[in-house]
Every structure is written in C-alpha cells, then in structure tokens.
C-alpha cells in the first residue's frame, strides 16, 4: 500500500501500476468484444461512481439495445465535496480513462465518446485535448483503430458549468444535449434511451481507468483484490483532519480504522463515508469496513477530529444541498430547505423533538420520494448526524436534557 | 403532415419513448399485472396511471396534464412496485414487465402527504383570497388528504411581484407549485416558449427570458399556461371592475357581444358538464346584470364572412387574371389574435399573408361605435362595448393601438368566460335558472355560419358556404351544409372543392380546385408556416389558423379544466345548436343585407368598410428591444 499525494508512482494495485498506453485497446480487439464482457463479468467491476451498478451489465444492456448510434460518456463531473480522484487519474492517468473508453466502444458498437469534464477542471481540457491527438497519432482514435476494420471510435470533451446535480447520469445527459440539467425520469434508462434519444453508457472516470488492467491480467486477478462482493482497489480522496490527506488506492474492505492509520489521523470524532450525500460513521463503528455491502462511497473519506462541531458540519452539507437540488422535484426542492430549517431551529434552540422526529419522518420521504439520486441521499447526513451524535448535539445545544 | 420539430423541448420533458405494439391482440401486445389485489392485462407500455384509471383506482396528480407531455416533478402520483428500492411516479412508468403494484401502502399515502405538506409550506397566499378558490388542484389535493395545519409551517411574506404587465395574462409566482405545466404548455404545446424555469434549489421559478415583463416578451396573449395551471399563478388580467363601474353609471350605455364559444361552455362554470349551451339564459342574465343591450357576436362573424371572403376573391383575381405577384396567397385567417401575435413574431415577413379584416370581436366595436351610434343617436363617447371572448388574446387585441378606426376604442373590454361567470355570481343570479330570451335589434339572431367560428375549421367551413355560394350560385357539394373536411381536431388538415359552373363574374375561376387548409394550436401553425417557408403549399389559397388547440372552444378564458375529451363536446354543443338554426350562411343573414345597403352602401371591400372592418399588422420580429 502506498501513499499517494498529488504524484502518485506506479506501483499501486490496480490502477496506480504499471500501463503501457493503448495496451488495453490491442488486447479488446485481441480478444473480442464477448471476451472483454466476459472478463468484465469474471472481474465484477461496480461502478465507481458511488451507486455500485454492476458495469459488465450496463455495457451489455447497451449492446443489446436496439439502434444504430450508440455512445459511452465518461461523468468526470467530480462534485461530490470531498472527491478528487478523477482529477488525479484525469491528470495523470489519461490513458488509463480513455483506452477504457475507447474498449468500451468497442464493446458496445459506440462510434463516439463524450467526456463531461467538470467546469472548474477546465485547465486541464488543453492537456487532454493534446493526449487525444496524440492517441489519433497512434491510431489509438479514428477510423479503423490498431488496423480493425470497421473499429471507428473518437473523443469528445465537453465542460460542465458548475452544477452537481450534473454528476447524475441522466442530469448529465440533458446538459450534454443542450438543455438545463436535470433528471430525467427513469425508466426508461439512458441504456435504452440516453443521449440524443440513443443507447448510452455513462461510466464514472474510475471505472473506465479500471477496465483496460482487467483485460490485460484477467478478470478472475482483478476479482482476487477486495471483498467478494467488492472487488479490486479504489481510489479514496481522503481529506480533513489528518497529517496525510491525499488520493489513496486501497482495496475494498478495508476498514475504517485502517484507513485512519495509513493517513495518521488522530483524536478522530466521525469519519463521513461518501461525500455530503454518504453516511457519518461514529468512533464506535470505525471497524466497518468500506466496501459496497458495508460502508459505501465513491470515494469521498472526510475525517472530523474532537474539535469539531457536527451541528455545523451537518448545516454545511444541508446549505450545500438546498443550493444545488435541481429544483425539479418537490421532496427535494423544498426538503432539503426544510431540514436546513430545522438546522437552524436546532442551533437557536428552537425546536421540538416532535417535529424533529417530523423531520426525519420526512426524510424518508424524501429517500423515497426523490426524482433522482440527490434528493435521494441528501437526507442520509441529517440521519446519521442527528442520530449517532445526538448527545453532543442536542446537550450541547439544547436546554441540557435529552428527551430522546 | 409533417413531423414537430422535436428538439424544443428536453426530453425531461418529453413524451415515453416506448414502442407500442400496432395490435394489442398479438403475443406481446398485451402484459398482465398485479394491481394491488388484482390481476389485470393492460396493453404494453401502458403508465401506471393509466392503467390504475381503467380499472377504477383512483391516484392523485397534480404536474400531469392530458394534454401535455409527461414531467413527473410534483412526485403526488407515487405508487410502490414491487422490488424497487423507491416509489415510482405512476404518471411516468410505462409497464413492460409482470410488476406488482401496490397503490395505497403506509410508505405511499405518508409521501403524498408529506409532498402535499411541502408544497403548501411554500405556495403563498389564503385560498378565500384567490381567484383559483374551489376549482385548485392543490387545494382538492390538500382536502383529500386531509391536511388540517401546514406541518412544515407556511410562507408569510411573498416572494415575488406580482406581474401584471400584459393585458392578458397576469402571473403570480408566489402561488406556483413548479409543476411546470406552463412551461410545458409554452413549448411543448403551442411551441411559443416565452416560460422557462430558472434558478437551482429552493431559488428555483418559473420566469420569462432574463426575467422580463410578460407583456415584453414574445408572450402571444393565448392564455393555454392559465387553463393548465393548477393554482392561482396564472390568471388572466380581470376589467370585471371597470364594466361594473361603467354599467352603474347612468351616462354609459354599455352594450355587450357575446361570441358562442362562452355560450357553450359557461354552463360548466355553474356545475354543468362539458357541452351545455346555455345561449338564451345568458342573454336574459347579461339584461338582469345591467347591460342595456345583448348582441350576438355572430353578427360580426357573418361580416368577417363576408370581407375576408370578398378579399380572398379579390385577391385570387389579381393573382389569376392580373398576373399580380405582389398579392400573397395562400390567404391567412386574422380572427384569432393569438395566431396574429404569432405571426407578427415568429413570421413577420409573411404579414401580407394575413389577411386584412378585423377579428369579429373588432368589426362589431367599430360597426357599434358608428352604425349603431347612429342609429340609435347615441353619442359614440358614452357607448361602453364589452365583448364576452372564450379569450385572453382579445384583451390585448382590444387594445392595440390601431383599432380606433371609429375615432373610439372599437372594443373597450374583452372578458372572458370565467370573469363573466364571476360578474353573474356576483349578481345573485344562478345562470341554469334564467328564462329563455333573444338578442337585441339591430343585428338580432345572426346565421350559424358564425356560430361555427367557435370550433377549429368553423371559419373555413362558413367561408366555404359564402364563397362557393357567390361563385357558383350554388350551395357547396356537402351533404346539410356540414363541410365534413374542415371538421374535428385532426392538427393539420387539407381539402379542396372544385368550381365548376361559375357565374360570369368568376369565370375566371372556372374548373379551378380551390384548396384550403385548416390548422389550430400555434404548434400546427408553425408546421403550417414552415411549409410555406419551403414552397410546399404554394398552391393553397385559403388558410385557417387558431391560435388555440381545438380553436375557440379551447380558449385560454374558457373554464379551467380543459381536455380534449372536454373540448370535443364544447364542438359537439357548438354543432348541434348550428343545426338548428334556419339560416346557415353568412351571406343569407338579413341583418348584413341591411347594413351593406344601408351603412357601407358599396358592397364588402368598400372604402367605408375598409377603414372600420380592416386593419394592419405590426413586424414585431422575435427579439424585443
């Protein structure tokens, strides 16, 4: 294991090792487009994006679905507070990200690819766009890729303009076609119907950087890494109150505690799992472990020592929410400015646990109720906050008596 | 005919691309389901709405609309299928598969609950303080589950100014529940799309481009947003004040013209259901409330018969005889203000298309204000006109600046079916129990070729019956006068009559095909538009266009709801009573006999008639400085 800042080396697992650029396109046509899906299966990759889709069964569906266009689109729209891994395989792992699309491509039958890069990684689209020439150079883009006959492929980058709910693959697409980002409504799904009407792949960053090692070592080494049900490495952007914050590729499993050793973190409090939308996992649960099954994130690890007050870190994730919902659908627009209320009633010590429980009536609501993933998960922070911390939130704030 | 051009609206927004099979009776053309305690087979790709609706379940909804395509915002029609992590929105799920739907589980009944206790926490306002008061979806939503405190509190101050720039449409955005209907309407429906939400979170709104004044935006007045919101956002702009003013002061002789549109459908203010004509009751009710004369808007219409008629001959003679290229045809329909405001926007370049004559409502304000006057020796200055409209166009129409021809206002307020039902509750009268009476003289009953203006191709069909009339000196080729052709709500529709036998004024067109197309909803008229653009339809010589869909009847002043199930009996009601009627033709009507010999002396077209029956048009082009 080994700890990467900003310049990581190439002697991680999986993706932080050694690549040869293109060699995962050679080895897909090598192989064949059953065999990558096969190997894919074999490998057990979820996406990384968070929600943990099985990918081998996307690409399928994709290539099952009925048209003549298809496209893979790589959701480098990282938004999720606490994420930036995707920058870091974006500026240093280009190839890893696009020969995982280019296969994709392959695999699917998609003529072309869009990377949604997100607004503020703008200063990277130059370096990018020269990586791409470069790989038209070597025949890695363009008409008949490696000499394949009829393997037509490219890459287009487009930039997002700062809206997190553009992280959401349908949102995205809307905002690809043109229009406001928003959700669509689901089914039917953008394998079926995605952008411009056309069968669709959208991939996190990271599951496209994962796909071309699998197909060079096999999808059976990939699925020895990790748990049984998450398989291989991640990436974790670790950040907070810790000595070495950074990018790190663990494998799945690994737990918590673990975790706050290899980043020398001390007197820690919480530890928030999966961004602003995840879960805030207390000191007694910190042999959890993260992975799909246990402790879920797409990679997003914040870390709060003693020091802080979980109030705020709680009313700063609900000011992040009730901004940037997409202000289509009513449990979330008005949802999450109702939590955020409360919040506040909590901190001014005007509340009633009534309507606290009310509130987190309402949360369930909303869990269920959501058009999309963020009204969806922006309530799982006042839940776990509210819940694992109430003594110091509500002694600490509250009248000195905990009704329960 | 030709395809919409599909990319105006998101597909967010647009409607379910599941491919139905073509017969339900094949293997795979029907799908069985487990609708709570049933089992039932519904065709494939059919919502869960629907299917829930055909077998007698009942789902609330609020951002769904008949007429528009699917949303899924409000998230009140939720139901739970079975092995799905969430509720799903039954408006939007289209069923492909052997699911178990379950409809009135405790997760499914506290979300709706809890989705109408948000909306409510945020819409402003008290319900006996608004216009929307008993007919509000979110108000029959609140009383069917039973919410009886706001649970997350409720918004005390507004948010927003109120807009009331347009003449025609007034927006307040402190009630509005984002279900977008309006939106949708704008684009999707009538393909305008001045209305857009904007903003992210809780700063979310629904506003015009850069959040300008509706009344200086490309807004074309159709009033389709207010007859498909679902509270009090939307509402047209009320002069209900002003006529009370005038009909309580005793110098004013306030006359009104009542179009047959609000004939037929203001029964269903006062509880009836869609298509009773209550024509006779309203005129003794309009007496009771004050004005001092009824007419019969019919008139008019039979007078815009005649002109454009007479200009569209006018103008096939120029073009055939005189090799006049300058003379545009096909000739456009100008009665609907909606369409005329679109025009003037979205095509200003083909103005000289649109034919010249005035609206009905504008010819009987002008002939009112000089004719009558006349007549009756009435000081045109203390005539008050009111015209009841299914439309909120015609307020913005009666104030164009060009239509004074008289030297007065023609027409000094448009109302529409809604605030003319408020105006006779307000009067202590229950319309349905008014005894029956007529019109007032001069211009008395009028020919059911006016009455058929209120439905789409109604125009075209009374034109026929004139002009083919005229020509020929025979009654049109169709069966009881009924013009099969223009008839039902098809968006597109084109026919043509042969003209054979032509009087020797007309023998110049002799065995020429006279075609004709009807349109309506500004969404065909822009496909209508884009044809001309391309040369398609330069054979066409006539062109019915409404602005709104099912024309008249479907108007954005009619009573809220609408549905094209609700619009197809308006038509029938408007049909039926036309039937009736003895004289059919615009051109048999005594009344326009009389006036043409007595008043304009020279026949249609004349000088006279050219300055109070016509007008021009204004190239407003689509960016507003």
């Known amino acids: 294991m080994l700890t990467v800042e900003n310049r990581p080396k190439r002697d991680g697992i999986i993706l932080f090792s050694d690549y040869k650029a293109g060699s995962g396109i050679r080895r897909s046509v090598e192989m064949g487009r059953e065999n990558v899906l096969f190997e894919l299966r074999e490998s057990k990759l979820k996406g990384r994006g968070g929600a943990g889709f099985s990918t081998a069964t996307k690409w399928m569906l994709t290539a099952a679905a009925s048209g003549e266009i298809k496209y893979i689109v790589c959701n480098a729209d990282e938004g999720e507070p606490g994420t930036f891994k995707d920058k870091v395989l974006l500026t240093e792992y280009p190839d890893l990200v696009f020969d995982g699309m280019v296969v994709a491509g392959f695999t699917i039958g998609a003529k072309k690819g869009l990377v949604y890069l997100r607004g503020e990684y703008v200063y990277m689209l130059k370096s990018l766009e020269r990586y791409l020439d470069r790989m038209r150079t070597y025949n890695l883009l363009g008409k008949n890729i490696l000499g394949k006959e009829g393997f037509d492929f490219d890459i287009e980058i487009r930039l997002g303009a700062g809206a997190y709910v553009c992280g959401e693959e349908t949102a995205l697409i809307e905002s690809l076609e043109g229009h406001r980002g928003e959700p669509r409504n689901r089914p039917p799904y953008p394998v079926n119907t995605g952008y411009m009407g056309c069968p669709t792949v959208v991939n996190n960053v990271e599951t496209l950087a994962s796909v071309p090692n699998i197909l060079i070592k096999g999808g059976a080494w990939f699925a020895k890494h990790g748990t049984d049900k998450s398989t291989g490495s991640k990436l974790f952007s670790i950040s907070g109150d810790c000595k070495k914050p950074g990018v790190y590729e663990l494998p799945w499993g690994i737990t918590i505690d673990e975790v706050l050793k290899i980043v020398e973190a001390e007197n820690t409090k919480a530890v928030q799992v999966g961004g602003a939308s995840g879960s805030c996992i207390p000191k007694k649960c910190f042999d959890r472990k993260l992975a799909y099954e246990d402790a879920a994130t797409g990679g997003s690890i914040m870390i709060f020592n003693e020091s802080r007050n979980m109030l705020n870190v709680l009313k700063n994730f609900m000011e992040f929410f009730v901004e940037e919902s997409c202000g289509q659908c009513t449990p979330c627009r008005v949802g999450n400015v109702k939590l955020l209320e409360g919040i506040e009633m909590i901190e001014n010590n005007e509340y009633t646990f009534r309507y606290i429980n009310q509130l987190k009536d309402l949360c369930k609501t909303m869990q269920l109720a959501s058009k999309c993933g963020l009204g969806q998960s922006s309530p799982n922070s006042f839940l776990s906050i509210l819940e694992n911390f109430k003594e110091e939130i509500f002694f600490k704030n509250g009248n000195g008596v905990y009704h329960g | 005919m030709d395809k919409k051009d599909k990319l105006r609206a998101p597909v967010s927004q647009q409607p379910l691309k599941v491919e139905k099979p073509a017969d339900t009776n094949t293997i795979g053309g029907t799908i069985s389901v487990q609708l709570n305690e049933k089992k039932v087979v519904v065709p494939f790709g059919t919502t869960i709405l629907d299917a829930c609706k055909e077998n007698q379940i009942y789902i609330p909804t609020l951002c769904h609309h008949s007429d528009l395509c699917i949303a899924g915002n409000c998230r009140v029609c939720l139901v739970e299928v079975e092995g799905m992590r969430t509720l799903q929105t039954a408006c939007s799920f289209p069923i492909t598969s052997n699911i178990k739907i379950r409809t009135s589980t405790e997760n499914v009944r506290k979300a709706r609950r809890h989705v109408i206790d948000l909306l409510l926490s945020e819409h402003y306002g008290d319900c006996y303080a608004c216009v929307r008061n008993n007919n509000c979806e979110l108000q029959s939503l609140a009383k069917e589950y039973g919410v009886d405190s706001f649970t997350f509190g409720h918004i005390k101050e507004p948010k927003y100014e109120i807009d009331n720039s347009s003449p025609s449409v007034i927006r307040d955005m402190n009630k509005c529940v984002n279900c977008r209907r309006c939106v949708r309407t704008c684009i999707d429906l009538q393909e305008v799309g001045v209305l857009e939400a904007v903003g992210r979170g809780n700063e979310t709104k629904i506003t015009t481009f850069m959040d300008k004044p509706l009344a200086d935006v490309i807004c074309i007045n159709c009033g389709q947003c207010i007859n498909r919101c679902p509270t009090g956002a939307l509402h047209a702009n009320d002069p209900s004040d002003d006529i009370w003013r005038a009909i ?48 019969d808007t019919n008139f008019s219409a039979d007078l815009t018969i005649m002109e454009e008629g007479t200009e569209l001959l006018h103008r096939l003679k120029s073009k055939i005889v005189e090799k006049d290229d300058s003379v545009k045809l096909p000739q456009f329909t100008s009665c609907s203000p909606g369409w005329v405001k679109y025009i003037e926007h979205f095509y200003p370049d083909y103005l000289d298309h649109l034919s010249t004559a005035k609206s009905p409502q504008q010819m009987f304000g002008a002939v009112l204000k000089t004719f009558y006057a006349q007549e009756y020796w009435i000081d045109p200055k203390d005539i008050v006109t009111v015209a009841v409209m299914p439309c909120s166009a015609k307020k913005f129409e009666c104030n164009r600046p060009e239509m004074n021809s008289s030297g007065f206002k023609d027409v000094d307020y448009g109302l529409t079916t809604r605030e003319l039902a408020k105006m006779i509750r307000e009067a202590g009268i229950h319309l349905p129990e008014m005894p029956k009476s007529g019109f007032d003289d001069p211009f008395g009953e009028a020919s059911g070729a006016g009455l058929i203006f209120g439905a789409t191709g109604g125009v075209m069909e009374a034109a026929l019956r004139t002009a083919y009339e005229l020509i020929t000196g025979r009654e049109v080729p169709f069966k009881d006068l009924k013009i099969e052709p223009c008839r039902g709500f098809e968006g597109v529709k084109k026919a043509s009559v042969l003209l054979e036998g032509c009087k020797p004024d007309y023998s110049f067109l002799e065995g020429v095909e006279l075609k004709f197309m009807v349109a309506h909803g500004t969404a065909n008229a822009m496909t209508v538009m884009e044809m001309l653009k391309r040369g398609e339809i330069d054979d066409v010589h006539f062109i019915e266009i409404m602005g709104c869909p099912g024309g008249c009847i479907g108007g954005g002043g009619q009573p809220i709801p609408t549905s094209q199930e609700i619009r197809t009996k308006r038509a029938e009601a408007i ?51």
């Open chain 2, 248 to 295: 309580d002061d005793p110098t004013k002789h306030v006359v009104i013209q009542t179009a047959p549109s609000p004939r037929a459908a203001i029964a269903e203010e006062f509880g009836f259901p869609a298509g009773t004509s209550m024509t006779q009751e309203l005129n003794t009710a309009l007496r009771r409330i004050g004005f001092d004369k009824v007419f």
């Open chain 2, 575 to 625: 049909y039926k009573e036309e039937e009736g009627l003895p004289i059919r033709k615009s051109h048999d009507n005594p009344h326009i006999t009389y006036i043409y010999e007595k008043f304009f002396k020279e026949g249609p077209c004349s000088e006279l008639s050219h300055k109070l029956l016509h007008t021009h048009y204004t190239k407003r082009g689509k960016y507003i400085v």
